[in-house]
């Protein structure tokens, strides 16, 4: 398998994802599979057209011309419920790339329903309502919050891929907006900065610094609120997560030029995961 069987020749990638939906299906197609690390490929032994050997589809693809955001998944075996990967990408309203949402699952892990309730009523990741037993399960299994499998450790190649797509769209800056604590930790760490919310990340930093008013709610009362969580960034989040803020975790817009890093730093780089 080869890397370049995944990036079609086009002669013009448009700049913007509305500009992409307008194109014919099989050219939009073409090009969002550039958003698809081929270390996903290779992990899981996929044609780089996303179809299996039966010629069943691999890629779900949701771009409807008129809109300006898409949805990708990516599927390791067709008719598995839960893609490896799934991303939302829209444009922002001066045009700029914007990751609405990127998730990677490992399919061979044990799943977590944080993402629906026992009736099967979705959970939206916790912001319409949270299924506590398997958030707890979750917990404890390892996961941050959000996280209904484990993840595959393909960070850094997803943010070189998707800087790749970027670049071809003559984009040279993108924004995310982390869902959760342990997100924009770890986008930092890869060198993303802040546009909105450093003050709010530094804020949460200080609270759970020794002597501060965060740490000090880690009273146990729930299983979200253990002591312990002070000191891991992980169960910092279930913890912010679970209301130990007041407030929820919103507002925070991280951005990353094409090719270079930022300096934020707003948790201790010893706090450990």
Known sequence: M?????????????????????LPEAEKRLIYLRAVP???????????????????P???????TGASTVELSVYHRYGFPDPVLYAHLGDSLSGQ???LLYIINDPDAPRFDVDRMPDGRPTRFGVLARNLEAEQAAMEAGLAPGQIRRGLRMLPHAITTFENFAAAMGQRIYF???LYYHNAVLFERYGFGYQKGRMFME???RGFAPGGDLRARLDGSTPFRRPEAA?????????IHDGILG???????MYKRVGQSSNARTCPPDVPW
Not at 2 to 22: L, Y
Not at 231 to 239: C, K, P, T
């Open 203 to 205: 804020r949460i930093a």
């Open 247 to 253: 407030v929820q975790f919103t507002g925070v817009t």
């Open 2 to 22: 080869k890397s370049s069987a995944n990036f079609a020749a086009i002669e013009r990638v448009p700049a913007s994802i509305g500009g992409i939906n307008r």
């Open 38 to 56: 081929f270390a996903l490929l290779k992990r899981f032994g996929l044609s780089p057209y996303l179809v299996d050997a039966q010629g069943r």
């Open 58 to 64: 691999l890629f779900d693809l949701k771009a409807p």
């Open 97 to 99: 790339l914007h990751i």
């Open 231 to 239: 000191d891991s960034i992980r169960l910092r989040s279930w913890a």
């Open 176 to 178: 995310v907006e982390p």
